[in-house]
């Protein structure tokens, strides 16, 4: 069975500075994603960044990036330039397989990430 | 355009009670998938609805039932609620194999 590990249950990082957050999955499947999702207080889920098990290149949105290192099974993503409105819970979610059509995620624990002055 | 629209936003119910929690996906998206995110932990996999069946299912009672309408909104039903059930309730749309989008979710209080 598919399952996500997030170690860090809270971090601190000062503004402008760049901060991982750190995920490790286990799967048997050759074919998965690898998402990260932060979470507001409002708890609304907001997608960040994806990054697919034959992307040979790591995925990278904005201030966001995913270091994929596949034969560790981790997918931390990378924070650069904090800014105060990055302070949430943020979640690494793996979906297996790929039939075309989407199925379910399997979520971590989540990282609470606080941003200082 | 609107995204994923969840309700009501809180919601109190008394154990043993019943509760419909309603779901409209985002524009264009055809697949409603529910998690359960209870205080403090990641969400976790209800089930999942596309062309107005269940695809699948997370390892969840038979109390929690759902359906999908023709314009691919969905409703979430439990039954005799339990305290256990108190948690915060999210939907999820999508199209094809792209990433699913999220609503603001159902705080729900069993008392």
């Known amino acids: 069975a598919q399952k996500i590990t997030q170690t860090q249950p809270g971090m601190f990082v000062q503004e402008k500075e760049a901060v991982t957050l750190d995920c490790t999955y286990d799967?048997?499947?050759?074919?998965?994603?690898l998402f990260w999702y932060k979470q507001p207080s409002s708890g609304e889920m907001i997608f960040l960044i994806y990054?697919?098990?034959?992307?040979?290149q790591n995925a990278t949105e904005g201030r966001y990036s995913l270091n994929f290192q596949k034969a560790r099974k981790s997918a931390n993503l990378v924070i650069s330039a904090s800014q105060l409105g990055d302070s949430a819970m943020y979640f690494c979610?793996?979906?297996?397989?790929?039939?075309?059509?989407?199925?379910?995620?399997?979520f971590g624990t989540g990282t609470r990430l606080q941003v200082t002055l | 355009d609107a995204g994923v629209t969840q309700s009501p936003t809180h919601l109190i119910k008394t154990r043993g009670q019943q509760v419909t929690l309603r779901c409209s996906p985002k524009?264009?998206?055809?697949?409603v998938s529910w998690y359960q995110q209870a205080l403090g932990q990641g969400p976790q996999f209800i089930f999942q609805?596309?062309?107005?069946?269940?695809?699948q299912r997370g390892n969840f009672p038979d109390r929690f039932s759902g359906h999908q309408f023709p314009n691919y909104s969905s409703e979430l039903n439990v039954n005799a609620l339990l305290l256990g059930d108190s948690a915060l309730y999210l939907c999820?749309?999508?199209?094809?194999?792209?990433?699913?989008?999220f609503g603001q979710g159902t705080r729900l209080t069993v008392v």
């Open positions: 979610a793996m979906r297996e397989g790929y039939s075309g059509t989407a199925s379910k995620l399997t």
């Open positions: 609805y596309y062309e107005e069946e269940e695809r």
């Open positions: 999820a749309s999508s199209f094809g194999s792209a990433e699913a989008f």
């Open positions: 799967t048997s499947d050759q074919s998965y994603g």
């Open positions: 990054q697919g098990s034959y992307d040979e």
């Open positions: 524009s264009g998206h055809d697949t």
